[in-house]
């Protein structure tokens, strides 16, 4: 039985930077741990694929100029929805191209709005960027159903990767970039067998779905069920597939969400080349990691 979408809200805005400060953080016994094996990465990378013939029906809606670059309302195909994005145009020719993925939490831009002004930052170099709403658990909530949330998640990588086609009609082949927060952060680290993006800014993620599922959505849900269901599906069982892209972790110091030994595990999970810092933040992170990942970007995509 589906969780009320009011239920789901109050619930999704506790796990994820929102509510009360009572919410207790996830236990070291099961967070950040998976008692499954994970499937091979080839296949992984089956469970998201996708016609990629389908058009994308690109709709330009608005378009206005801001910091010198033009950021565009546009919609696009995937699968069968119809996804709203900024796609952020430079001037001139792109010389590299970014993917945003925003987090969720009740602080300002839980939504596509989220990275605008790295995006617009970033366009001053010669960089497009695409920066998606993302739906789930957004628009759609968590469930009891452990394999209808894993085909969400699933639905929602394949979203992205749509949105890659569309950075890549614009661009051509140029050097791509990843960059996600919270969800956006976990969803990312699922685009590893996508490999088109050579780096990737992966912000406060948490090492496994089932963990918050268990922990804030559906607490009295089988952990056996959701370790079998989303086992493929880990943060922490695919972000060591992500060579030869490299992969640059912002946690924080003060994060509620994320303690400090599941930024371990991440971490030591990951192929190399990888980088890890710690901010003197929240799960929000700070200006200094927005600075930082900034830089890196322009180190990766060959901006610098």
Partial sequence: MRLTTLVTLTVLLAACGGGSDTVAPPTESNAGTTSTAAPS???RAELFSYDESAPLNLVEKRTKSQQGA??????????????????VRPKGQPKAAVLWAHWYGEQANPNRKEFLVDALALAKEGVVSLLPQEFFP???PVSEDA???????????????RGLDVLQEQAGDVPVGFVGHDYGAMFGALLVA?????AYV????????????LKYFV???????LDRAFAPLEPLNNVGDAAPASVFFQFAKSDRFVPGYVADKLTEAASEPKKAESYDAGHELDDAARTDRLAWLRDELGLS
């Fill in 41 to 43: 990465l080839d296949e």
């Fill in 138 to 140: 957004w628009l759609e």
């Fill in 147 to 161: 394999d209808a949330d894993r085909q969400l998640t699933i639905d929602q990588v394949v979203q992205l990767r």
């Fill in 70 to 87: 033009e950021v565009v309302d546009v919609v696009f195909e995937a699968a069968d929805r119809r996804v709203s994005a900024f796609l």
């Fill in 219 to 225: 607490r009295g849900a089988s952990k056996a069920d």
């Fill in 194 to 198: 996508d490999k088109r993006p050579q």
């Fill in 202 to 213: 992966l912000m406060a993620p948490d090492a496994t779905f089932s963990n918050w599922f």
